[in-house]
Structure formats: C-alpha cells, structure tokens
C-alpha cells in the first residue's frame, strides 16, 4: 500500500501535461513524474525489481486517475 502520496502539477497545456509525485512504500520515500500519455519516470528511487515496478506503475497510475481525471 503507497502511503502519503502527494501530487504537484507541473505543466498543463493542450501540448503537455505533467505532474510530480511523492509516496511511502515499504518505508522507503519514491519521488518521480507523470505524464499525460501514463508514462512515469523515477527521479528518485526506481522500483527493486520488475514486480515491485508493475505493482507500483499501476498504483500511481489508479492514483492519478482518481485525483486528476475525476
């Protein structure tokens, strides 16, 4: 479970949106961005290995839905 996760839009124009976030997993901070297309780049931390990352891809992708899009 991503706890405090925190979001802070970057650009938005028709071109490009772009937002950064913030969230605890497993006690360890994660910080990275998202964009309009569902593409996420890790600025801070990536993911451990490749189960962590799909688990994590598609939380912060729920998560974006849910405070962007509604």
Not at 13 to 22: A, D, G, K, R, S
Not at 29 to 41: A, L, M, P, V
């Amino acid at each position: 479970m991503l706890e405090h996760f925190q979001l802070k839009e970057l650009k938005n124009n028709l071109v490009n949106q772009e937002w950064e976030f913030t969230f605890y997993y497993k006690k360890r901070r994660f910080r990275g961005r998202y964009y309009k297309n569902g593409e996420i780049r890790w600025i801070y931390r990536e993911p451990a290995d490749n189960e962590e990352a799909e688990f994590l891809h598609s939380a912060v992708h729920d998560l974006m839905l849910y405070h962007v899009y509604e």
